[in-house]
């Protein structure tokens, strides 16, 4: 399963440098919809585009967002009484 990464800083970063989203959605190759969404962290974004975001930013991918644990568990341990 690929890792999703949520936004949690990329339109602050985007706002200090006056970057729009109609600039990263071109740099991306991205629709200006779906670039808005990941940039306000309601649409995940796939690692090599969080990775694009962090290159054009010029900041860490762990600035911007939210890096899945890739040893998290799916599902529930609960324990039987």
Not at 3 to 25: C, E, K
Not at 36 to 45: F, S
Not at 55 to 77: K, M, N, Q, Y
Request: with cysteine; glycine share 8%.
């Amino acid at each position: 399963m690929r890792q999703m990464y949520h936004a949690i800083n990329v339109r602050p970063f985007m706002d200090h440098q006056g970057r729009t989203v109609v600039w990263l959605s071109r740099q991306l190759g991205l629709s200006y919809g779906y670039t808005t969404q990941i940039a306000r962290g309601d649409a995940p974004a796939t690692q090599p585009v969080a990775k694009r975001i962090s290159d054009l930013l010029g900041a860490p991918v762990d600035a911007l967002f939210a890096v899945p644990d890739s040893h998290e568990c799916v599902g529930s341990t609960s324990e039987a009484v």
